[in-house]
């Protein structure tokens, strides 16, 4: 008698035979339509359009906090709130966009993007993606359930010791912060595995390494840096769980602890940090730059090796953030270099940008306009970074508000103006619909007005020697007037994000009443664009093969002699349908990624209050994890399966291998004709 397969149950079926039925728990969910497919799911796509409506809710979360420190400090004594709200609200205000905003914002676009541009079908591990962004969106909903349990995580979000040991905050808000971002960990490091292994192994063929769009490229930075930034945070967080649940003094210097290992640790973590955070936004604006300067990037090889440089270069300049911490005059010399230093890399990505608007067609849509915001904001945060480099007048400017003004320059002028260059570029691709151009414009200066008015003045207040992190201040030292331009230009700001929120569904309902704008609708050069929009299940039928960078675009234009591009096609004749039968295997839907991830937070509520509830959350993870290992590799009669007999083994997405070295003339003969 055959073994049954696991997950099966060898049932009599009367005449003496056996047959065998999936144990009802382990058949896979068959559809990938309706609300409940969400929750299922392990498509990229909808793996990466949840990353970033979970940011967004957290954003909100995160600029009312923001909003709240602003209206504080709008003038002298204030009493909005006491000194510990205000503590917890900048704790939570830093951590949540950080976290829960910029962090999972680079996931959202790595996720739906980094597969569409290299060729693939979807990530290698797409279960194992999907319980990454349920540990995300868990940990981030842990950490925030504080507000509602005693108040929220009170000690900088850097946490230095011995200010977050349970003498100094004694209630859990620091717990809710540690076990939340240990959550939130676990998604990032499987997430970088993933994506690492998706970028090396399933590139469609003919896309060797310098094919790839630079989006491509610095999210395999990112989450190199993701894999060896986090363990080291990760192992500095169970060091202060053992401190601050059975008193272990790891940071404790009466017991013979160090406070200052705490700080080498956070920031060995914590400078990498700042680079994965920007990477992602600095590879979209590569991306989209050339397509509206009509020019393809200038210097590719330089930006994808400033951005590896960059990568590894910030290994090195950890200390800066502890120059007046007692780290020695060498340490200081030392840290001090390497931070001018890992400067050139970064010059030349803003220098290679700038030749490629030299003498460009610009095209001043949205995304390009952001872009533009990105280069000249990025610009000023990194001229302040440089001051900073420079120790003797860190000592002047370190914990003040210049420093404040510096961080929100490069992580929203930076980051979050490259992100929303990324939004209104891909939006159409994602949902089949363009955002409204004018209000787009509209939304960027007023985005662009209200960041310069809230954080410009900030380094006035700085160097006028007003510090962070304090609730309040007294009449007489000058900081009126520009701690009020800076609440205005706050609220300015937070105008311009419900404007952006304003344009989604506006767009959304005039989409209704209008045609498709097809899948190319900027005259883009890399492959996500040859294909419909919103982008099929499939992505790809047939997997392409790359012949050069810019693919897509020299499938449409030749060049004369002097460059110029010159139309050999057109677009529709060059890109993918959706039309007809797509024979293509896609892996199914799955349960268990989520249950598995949300046995994690149960354990941590089990970790503050009873070991009973750790109990109940560890038996949840260990049924998730059996139940995933059992479940079998496909549903042969789920819908969305359309089986493709010359596909191998069923389950997990099948790589397309990408020789790395060219293609043989037939292979590039064969495709090109198709
Ligand atoms: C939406 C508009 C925003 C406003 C008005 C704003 C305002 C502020 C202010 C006034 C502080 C200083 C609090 C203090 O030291 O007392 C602060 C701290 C901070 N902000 Fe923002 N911010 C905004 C967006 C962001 C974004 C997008 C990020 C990105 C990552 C961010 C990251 C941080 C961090 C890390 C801190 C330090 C918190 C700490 O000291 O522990 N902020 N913010
Ligand atoms: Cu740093």
């Known amino acids: 008698m055959a073994t049954p397969d696991p997950g099966q149950l060898a049932l009599p079926s009367g005449n003496g035979a056996v047959e065998h039925r999936p144990l009802g728990v382990f058949t896979r969910p068959s559809s990938s339509k309706g609300w409940r497919s969400w929750f299922t799911s392990v498509d990229h796509k909808k793996i990466g359009v949840m990353y970033g409506a979970a940011a967004l809710f957290f954003f909100i979360i995160g600029g009312l906090e923001a909003l709240l420190i602003r209206v504080q400090l709008w003038a002298p004594r204030g009493t909005l709130l006491t000194a510990d709200e205000y503590n917890q609200v900048f704790t939570m205000h830093g951590t949540t966009m950080i976290f829960l905003v910029v962090m999972p914002i680079g996931a959202a676009f790595a996720n739906y993007l980094m597969p569409l541009q290299i060729g693939a079908r979807d990530v290698a591990f797409p279960r194992i993606n999907a319980f990454s962004f349920w540990c995300f969106l868990f940990g981030g909903i842990f950490l925030n359930t504080a507000w509602f349990l005693g108040g929220g995580a009170d000690g900088g979000w850097f946490m230095y010791a011995p200010n977050s040991s349970v003498v100094f905050s004694p209630g859990h808000g620091i717990d809710f912060w540690n076990i939340g971002l240990l959550i939130t960990g676990i998604a ?99 991306d989209i730059l050339p397509v509206f300067s009509r020019k393809p990037i200038f210097g590719y090889p330089f930006i994808v090796f400033s951005g590896i440089a960059i990568g590894f270069m910030g290994w090195g300049v950890w200390a800066h953030h502890m120059f007046v911490s007692g780290i020695g005059p060498v340490s200081v010399l030392v840290f001090s270099l390497t931070t001018m230093f890992i400067a050139v890399p970064t010059g030349v990505k803003i220098l290679n940008w700038t030749a490629t608007m030299a003498r460009g067609k610009l095209k001043l849509d949205t995304p390009m306009l952001f872009c533009i915001g990105l280069i000249t904001m990025f610009t000023i945060g990194g001229i302040s970074g440089v001051t900073h480099s420079v120790a003797p007048a860190d000592t002047q400017q370190t914990d003040t508000y210049y420093i404040v003004a510096h961080f929100h320059y490069v992580l929203f002028g930076g980051a979050f103006f490259g992100f929303m260059a990324g939004f209104y570029f891909y ?54 007037f520009w701690n009020q331009v800076a609440t205005i230009g706050a609220f300015v700001l937070a105008g311009s994000i419900a404007l952006f929120i304003f344009n989604i569904f506006y767009s959304r309902a ?52 002097d460059h110029m591009p010159v139309r050999i096609a057109a677009t529709d004749e060059v890109c993918q349908s959706a039309e007809g039968e797509h024979d293509v295997h896609l892996p199914s ?18 970790l503050l209050y009873t070991h009973w509830l750790s109990l109940i959350g560890g038996l949840i993870v260990v049924a998730g994890i059996y139940g995933w290992a059992l479940e079998p590799p496909d549903d042969p009669e789920a819908e969305h399966d359309h089986h493709d007999d010359d596909h191998g083994p069923v389950g997990e997405v099948e790589p397309d291998r990408a020789e790395d070295e060219d293609l043989s003339e037939s292979e590039k003969e064969v495709e090109t004709v198709g």
């Open 188 to 286: 990032s490091l499987t997430g970088a595995v993933n994506l690492i292994v998706t970028v090396l192994n399933m590139r469609a063929p003919g896309m060797t390494l310098m094919k790839m769009p630079v989006f491509t490229w610095m999210t395999l930075v990112t989450q190199f840096l993701l894999l060896f930034a986090i363990p080291v945070l990760t192992a500095a967080q169970v060091l202060l769980l053992f401190d601050r649940a059975f008193d272990a003094n790891f940071f404790n210097v009466e017991a013979g602890g160090d406070p200052l290992l705490w700080q080498h640790l956070f920031w060995i973590f914590g400078h990498p940090e700042v680079y994965l955070m920007i990477l992602p936004a600095f590879g979209l604006v590569s």
């Open 427 to 480: 939006w159409p691709k994602v949902f089949g619909y363009l955002m409204n151009e004018t209000l787009g414009k509209v939304n960027f200066w007023l985005m662009f007005v209200g960041f310069n008015l809230t954080f410009g003045p900030m380094h006035v207040l700085g160097l006028q020697g007003m510090s962070r992190r304090i609730y309040t201040y007294d009449a007489g030292y000058g900081f009126e």
């Open 510 to 561: 005039k989409a209704k009443s209008m045609a498709n704008p097809g899948p190319d609708p900027w005259d883009a050069r890399t492959i996500e664009w040859m294909i419909p929009s919103p982008v099929p299940e499939y992505n790809f039928d047939p997997i392409p093969t790359i012949t050069r960078r810019d693919d897509f675009w020299y499938r449409k234009y030749g060049e004369t002699e």
């Open 589 to 606: 839907p799955s349960y268990w990624p989520i249950v598995t991830a949300f046995g994690l937070p149960i354990v941590g509520y089990g």
